[in-house]
């Protein structure tokens, strides 16, 4: 816990402060303002801004194929992992990527051939944003672009032991129809990912088999914002929006496992849903692959 705080508390620093940032306390200005220094400067810990040219945009001319630079947060996880115990520890990681010259998805896991620093710098290397990482002779990518929720390596075997899979989408699938062009950016943004989410838990419950004597659960979360979250949320890091995140995800996961117990668990696979207080089992009609929850 120590560590995840000390990298929150690097990432919500600016790598250089623009004048009268206290100043904005208005709804969502200061979201904006955190947004504004991270496209202009990056973030102290994670990634900096590489030397704006206009270059990339005249044809015929070659430059930056990305935007940060990630040299800060290699030193950050570096400081920050003991990736001894990632390859030793009891706790099994997996970390996706996308090969970014083939699209196959990668699947990096600390049990079978380990994961080290490339491997997370490279599950985190989203395009244009930030640097591809070459692994193993792959140019590898972060896998929101093809699988947001990138559960399914978990269920690729029938394994004996049952799981409970609680899975955090940092998007909403519903939402309101926009009424502005940052709210427009926002619900576009959450559409695109959180249909991602959608076709692998309907992929999931295709492909798991039933000749496995385990319990399997996924419990599906997803983060709303409650209307705080600007359209460029993916790189807006302010400490506000750091710990209105923490406590979200923190209260929601609470609100699963006290109701875990009560929830009547068959065999195979059940998937649930956190939908207000409530965690609701979602039916999924099989022919024609359509969700619809219960």
């Known amino acids: ?83 001894g115990r990632l390859l ?42 930030f640097p591809p990482v070459k692994v193993d002779g792959r140019l590898c990518v972060d896998a929101g672009v093809s699988a947001n929720l990138p559960i399914a390596p978990l269920f690729a075997s029938n394994d004996a032991d049952d799981v409970l899979c609680l899975a955090f989408d940092l998007v909403p699938a519903r939402g309101r129809a926009p009424d502005s062009l940052d709210d427009a950016v926002k619900r576009a943004q959450d559409l695109i990912f959180a249909s991602q989410s959608r ?11 039933s000749d496995s004597s385990a319990k399997a659960a996924i419990v599906h ?24 995140r923490w406590a979200a995800g923190k209260a929601e996961t609470a609100k699963v496992l006290a109701r875990w117990a009560e929830l009547n668990q068959g065999d195979g696979l059940s998937i649930f849903r956190l939908q207000g207080d409530q965690v609701k089992r979602l039916s999924w009609d099989r022919p024609r692959g359509a969700a619809s929850p219960t």
Do not use: C
């Open 221 to 244: 979360l997803s983060y709303d914002g409650n209307d705080q979250e600007i359209g460029g949320k993916s790189l807006e890091f302010s400490a506000q929006s750091i710990r209105r």
């Open 199 to 209: 076709h692998a838990l309907q992929a999931i419950t295709s492909s798991v088999t």
């Open 88 to 129: 030793d520890g009891p706790v099994r990681l997996l970390a996706t990527a996308v090969d970014l010259e083939t699209g196959e998805d990668v699947t990096f896991d600390s049990h079978a051939g380990g994961i080290e620093l490339d491997h997370l710098m490279a599950s985190a290397a989203f395009p244009i944003a």
């Open 1 to 83: 816990m120590d560590r995840l705080r000390q990298f929150w508390g690097r990432a919500a620093q600016y790598e250089t402060a623009l004048p009268m940032a206290g100043a904005f306390s208005s709804y969502r200005a200061g979201e904006w303002l955190s947004l504004l220094q991270t496209l202009a400067y990056g973030r102290t810990g994670l990634f900096h801004r590489t030397p704006p040219s206009l270059l990339p945009l005249l044809p015929g001319t070659r430059s930056s194929a990305y935007l940060f630079d990630t040299s800060p947060l290699r030193k950050t996880l570096t400081e920050l992992v003991d990736f």
